[in-house]
C-alpha cells in the first residue's frame, strides 16, 4: 500500500508565500516522477509543476519564476516553494508520483488527498 500525505497549505494574503509538501510511503520500490497538480472549483485538475528523479522540472507558465519545485529521494518527498501568490493561485493542490511497488512492475500514478491554498485580502 502507498500513500502520499501532503502538508503546508493555508491561507495567505496576496504576495505571500506558502510551501507544499509531499511524503510518499509504504511499499515503494522506485519513485519516477513527482509533481503537484491543482483544481480551482468548476475547473479541471491542471498541472502546476513536475520533477523527475533526476531533478529535471516542469512549470506551467502562470508559475514561472514564482514557484519552485524541488525532492528529496533519499525521503521520498516532493516540495512546492509558492511565492508572489496571486488570488488566482487558489485552489486545491494535488500532489502526484508516479511509483513502482516492485522491480518487475510498472509504475503507478498515486494521489496525495489534496490542500487547500487560499490566496484573499
Known amino acids: 500500500q502507498v500513500q502520499l500525505v501532503e502538508s503546508g497549505g493555508g491561507s495567505v494574503q496576496p504576495g505571500g508565500s506558502l510551501r507544499l509538501s509531499c511524503a510518499a510511503s509504504?511499499?515503494?520500490?522506485?519513485?519516477?516522477?513527482m509533481g503537484w497538480y491543482r483544481q480551482a472549483p468548476g475547473k479541471e485538475r491542471d498541472l502546476v509543476a513536475s520533477i523527475s528523479s533526476g531533478g529535471i522540472t516542469t512549470y506551467a507558465d502562470s508559475v514561472k519564476g514564482r514557484f519552485t519545485i524541488s525532492r528529496d529521494n533519499a525521503k521520498n518527498t516532493v516540495y512546492l516553494q509558492m511565492n508572489s501568490l496571486k488570488p488566482e493561485d487558489t485552489a486545491v493542490y494535488y500532489c502526484n508520483a508516479q511509483i513502482a511497488v516492485r522491480s518487475f512492475l510498472r509504475s503507478m500514478d498515486y494521489w496525495g488527498q489534496g490542500t487547500q491554498v487560499t490566496v484573499s485580502s
Open positions: 509504504g511499499s515503494i520500490f522506485r519513485v519516477n516522477d
